[in-house]
């Protein structure tokens, strides 16, 4: 139950943050139950940087009965010859940083900072492999200028934040309407003391072609 403390670590999940180097100290996932030749009680797709920002995001699979253990984790490599059970590609080349992933009606949806841009972004795609090739919505666009005060918020039409970060999937959002948590916090001038927030944004995502 997610909402009950005191979760105890699985024995033999625990990694160095160097493990994979480093491109596995930031992940975030999904179990998806639909069986398949391979795994008859399904797959959880595991999407993966480093926590630092300075790699592009990967994806995995496993089992669910082994995903603790990440030596089983099957890498996914895109192009010609590529496929599961490969040493992971990047799905795209932009460095990512805060990521959330998550199947909604059925499809594959991740937010994330997006560390080349400064923007937090979000893509839907049909299924783990083709986010690399999804349509992107922006849901924050970065600016350098914070206001004045630092911590006014702009009027609700207006999606730019200075510093933004994070851009979590809420509960029970839809394709039609993503619900996303978005950090903020002015953390390059002490003086401002401009405090740390969350900002939740509303968001209609553009979805891939129907397949």
Do not use: C
């Amino acid at each position: 139950e997610p909402m009950h403390g005191n979760w105890q670590t699985v024995p033999g999940s625990v990694r160095q943050a160097s493990y994979q180097g480093g491109g596995q100290s930031q992940i975030s996932g999904f179990y998806d139950p639909i069986p398949t030749a391979e795994s008859p009680r399904g797959w959880v797709y595991i999407v993966a940087d480093d926590f630092d920002r300075t790699h592009p995001v990967v994806l995995y699979r496993s089992t669910p009965e082994n995903f603790t253990d990440r030596s089983t984790w099957q890498g996914w490599a895109a192009g010609p010859g590529g496929g599961w059970k490969k040493s992971p590609t990047p799905l795209w080349g932009d460095q990512i940083g805060e990521m959330s992933f998550k199947q909604i009606d059925g499809k594959a949806v991740l937010s994330y900072f997006n560390a080349s841009t400064g923007n937090m972004e979000v893509r839907v795609a049909n299924d783990p492999t083709s986010l690399g090739t999804a349509p992107v919505t922006t849901v924050v666009q970065h600016v350098d200028d914070w206001p004045e005060p630092a911590d006014s918020l702009p009027p609700p039409w207006d999606n730019r934040l200075a510093q933004p970060y994070g851009g979590y999937i809420s509960p029970g959002s839809t394709l039609d309407e993503l619900r996303i948590f978005v950090s903020q916090w002015d953390n390059s001038d002490p003086r401002a003391r401009a405090p740390y927030r969350v900002i939740q944004f509303a968001v209609n995502p553009f979805k891939p072609d129907i397949s």
